[in-house]
Antibody, heavy 119, light 111 residues
């Protein structure tokens, strides 16, 4: 069974960098045609797609965040990470890591981690 | 970006009765490969979203057959044939045609 688990600081200061990691079990992130994705949800609001890293290491991002976001993979530990720079209060959200089997087939989601941007 | 628009934004239903949610996309979601990359998710209270329907009408593993998806190109519908109490939550449609995937605003279903 595939399992994803987010971890990281629950607090980030304005103008600094938010960092969240997703540990994956049950499947190798480099071993099959999957797209390891990040989606966020501000408190009480809807879902926003951030981007993905593929099993080959290719990345693609939401243009609205592209200048501030980077997704990377650590294949030795079977995990992938999100970094978002120059954060403001509007980046406060629950961040979900998700497996995309392609074309938006989001079949496995992590439980989510709330990151609050505040001084 | 493709804009996804859901109606209604909230829905109060009686157990055992049917329910229907509409979703419209600003561009056709019919790909040249013949598939329609339209998805439905539900987010139950306090939980992560979970996949219900993929590629327009295919039910994901374990999804009860009271859920069905239909539509074409830009107009889509999620139907629940007989609502159960455990169906409460927020339902989202989403396109998978390209990055960025975009979601509808969500429809809150209450009993």
């Amino acid at each position: 069974q595939v399992h994803l688990q987010e971890s990281g600081p629950g607090l980030a200061k304005p103008s600094q960098t938010l960092s969240v990691t997703c540990a994956v079990s049950g499947v190798s992130i480099s071993g099959s045609e999957n797209y390891w994705s990040w989606i966020r949800q501000p408190p009480g609001k809807g879902l926003e797609y951030i981007g993905y890293i593929s099993h080959t290491g290719y990345t693609d991002y939401n243009p609205s965040l592209r200048s501030r976001v980077a997704i990377s993979a650590d294949t030795s530990n079977n995990q992938f990470s999100l970094m978002l720079t120059s954060v403001t209060a509007t980046d406060t959200a629950v961040y979900y890591c998700v497996r995309d089997r392609g074309w938006g087939f989001f079949d496995f989601w992590g439980q989510g981690i709330l990151v609050t941007v505040s001084s | 970006d493709i804009v996804m628009t859901q109606t209604p934004l909230s829905l109060s239903v009686t157990p055992g009765q049917p329910a229907s949610i509409s979703c419209k996309s600003s561009q056709s979601l019919l790909h040249s490969d013949g598939k329609t990359y339209l998805y439905w998710f539900v987010q139950k209270p306090g939980q992560s979203p979970q996949l219900l329907i993929y590629e327009l009408f295919r039910r994901f593993s374990g999804v009860p057959d009271r859920f069905s998806g239909s539509g074409s190109r830009t107009d889509f519908t999620l139907k629940i044939s007989r609502v159960e109490p455990e169906d409460v939550g927020i339902y989202y449609c989403m396109h998978g045609m390209h990055v960025p995937r975009t979601f509808g605003q969500g429809t809150k279903v209450e009993i």
